[in-house]
């Protein structure tokens, strides 16, 4: 995301670096684990394998639904949690 890298200051060659470097900053909405949470499912919608689902739980219905909604959320604090830089 690149929000983590230029909003939060998380280097990485990969997203999941990104996100577990930028852990202490993130805001409680948008925490760690959720964002993990919303790579996953992310590729396992973009990369269409089921071979490669990372452990996700199977969703159906409106299980997805709130799946989405739950990520937009987290989406959402991430973005409006942007740390407040003052520069010198």
Do not use: C, T
């Amino acid at each position: 995301m690149r929000v983590l890298r230029d909003h939060y200051g998380a280097n990485g060659a990969h997203l999941s670096e990104r996100i577990s470097n930028s852990r202490r900053l993130l805001p409680r909405g948008a925490n760690e684990a959720a964002l993990h949470r919303l790579r996953k499912l992310a590729n396992a919608i973009l990369h269409l394998d089921a071979d490669r689902d990372e452990g996700l739980r199977k969703l159906e219905g409106i299980q997805l639904e709130q799946e989405i909604v739950s990520l937009l959320f987290v989406l959402r604090a991430l973005i409006e949690g942007v740390p407040q830089w003052h520069p010198r």
